[in-house]
């Protein structure tokens, strides 16, 4: 199997000539499932490959109201002031074919994240082994989490369209990788291409809430997909989950604890995540001819804990590619229900700790959508330009994409981005 990056030159050339985009989303939907044969045999020599992508971005918003965030794992965002630390980053991908059956993958990225600094982490390190050739691997190791269609791709700028994944989509998400192991079967179905993939394994990240950081560490993820592709068409439906280990920390962890003091243990459990599950179900689909792409993903994400709240979210994009230009336009939304929770207290003299509680459970609000507006532009082989435009409209309560927020903020906010995406 060819690594990635060399998966990235050959269909960069596949597209100048055939003008296709959903070449390069193959390539990141095949790297976890059997070689692909095209172009297999160019490279069959080749045991060890080393490359990299990058993206050099500079983002800012019309307000400071709000920080805007790509996603739940970055510190701190971005306001009037432009900033290169939204989109910017670095990955580094060495790829050894020990055997015939038996391949080793390791990718490091440093980029803006839960520190408030880009310290690089090691994003995958797995080994891939081919059990049935072509139709049953096996991985062992660290992989990049596939909870919704793409995510395992989302620092790979070059692989999409927009100059981020739709944050109204993804932006809930705070882990990028999994430690265990994934099974993945292909078989062909009529005239397309059926894949099952499984995976399980535990999580080992951190991500910020506040000043302090939350950890995701020892939390068991599984999950599995179903994704068929027929000609133009490909078609994903995901399904994933994750159990915590810890509970948030300050100022829920001491709201938790205030509850619990004077008797209100039944709000102080219902806003645990120790050992409670949330639940993650997409689906999605891609279509792709000549210049023309277009893709759209509907999620749910359930919380059994109230300290969360339900979320339906969605996107749909379409572009047209015009020579070296494809003009893009977007749409993405994601909406939250509120839980009803009551401390059972009376308001006096615990007026202050019920508020604390309803302000709690405020804060994981959403409600908002999002129109974005851009150009890609391939000026030169293996890298691209992208300027996009996104115009985010809200209820003034969403803020839960946003890590700060003040009274002052109405729901809006417009995003402007300049990015240079990289494949080496």
Same mark, same amino acid.
Do not use: C
């Given at each position: ?266 709000? &102080?459990? /219902?806003? !645990?995540?120790?050992? *409670?599950?949330?639940?993650?179900? #997409?689906? =999605?689909?891609?279509? @792709? ?68 509680? &309803?302000? /709690?459970? !405020?804060?994981?609000? *959403?409600?908002?959508?999002?129109? #974005?507006? =851009?150009?890609?532009? @391939? ?46």
């Amino acid at each position: 199997m060819p690594s990635l990056i060399d998966r990235f030159r050959k269909q960069d050339r596949k597209r100048e000539q055939s003008g296709t985009f959903l070449a390069l989303l193959a390539v990141l939907f095949s790297l976890s499932g059997p070689a692909q044969a095209e172009g297999e045999s160019e490279i069959a020599d080749k045991r060890f490959e080393f490359g990299g992508f990058g993206t050099l971005g500079v983002a800012q918003t019309d307000s400071n109201d709000a920080q805007f965030i790509r996603d739940q794992s970055q510190a701190k965002g971005i306001g009037k002031t432009p900033s290169a630390k939204l989109d910017s980053l670095l990955g580094l991908q060495v790829y050894f074919r020990a055997t015939d059956s038996l391949e080793l993958v390791t990718q490091a990225i440093t980029r803006y994240g839960p520190q408030g600094n880009f310290q690089p982490d090691i994003s995958w390190a797995f080994a891939k082994y081919a059990l049935i050739p072509n139709n049953l691997t096996l991985r062992v190791g660290r992989m990049g989490t596939e909870f919704y269609m793409l995510a395992d791709s989302r620092h790979v700028g070059y692989s999409y369209l927009t100059v981020r994944p739709p944050v109204d989509f993804f932006g809930e998400l705070a882990f990028h990788y999994v430690d265990g192991f994934d099974l993945v079967g292909t078989l062909p179905v009529g005239d397309g291409v059926l894949k099952l993939k499984t995976f399980a394994g535990q999580s080992n990240e951190v991500a910020p809430i506040g000043k302090e950081i939350f950890s995701l560490r020892r939390n068991p993820m599984y999950g599995a997909y179903l994704d068929y592709q027929q000609g133009n068409w490909q078609w994903r439906a995901t399904y994933a989950q994750m159990t915590f280990k810890h509970d948030l920390p300050a100022p829920v962890s001491s709201l938790q604890e205030q509850l619990a003091a004077v008797g209100a243990s039944t709000a &102080a459990r /219902a806003i !645990a995540l120790t050992n *409670t599950t949330s639940r993650f179900y #997409s689906a =999605g689909g891609v279509y @792709d001819r000549g210049p023309l792409q277009v893709q759209a993903m509907l999620s749910y994400t359930a919380h059994e804990s109230h300290i969360y709240q339900n979320t339906k979210a969605g996107y749909l994009i379409g572009g047209y590619r015009l020579g070296e230009f494809t003009p893009f336009l977007g749409y993405s939304w994601s909406k939250s229900k509120s839980k009803e929770l009551s401390s059972g207290l009376p308001d006096i003299p615990f007026h202050d700790l019920n508020v604390a509680l &309803a302000g /709690a459970l !405020a804060r994981v609000h *959403t409600d908002q959508h999002t129109w #974005s507006l =851009g150009t890609r532009w @391939d000026f030169r082989r293996n890298m691209a330009l992208k300027a996009q435009v996104d115009m985010i409209r809200g209820k003034p309560e969403s803020i839960f994409l946003y890590p700060t927020s003040t009274p002052k903020f109405d729901g809006k906010l417009n995003v402007f981005s300049l990015a240079l995406d990289f494949v080496f």
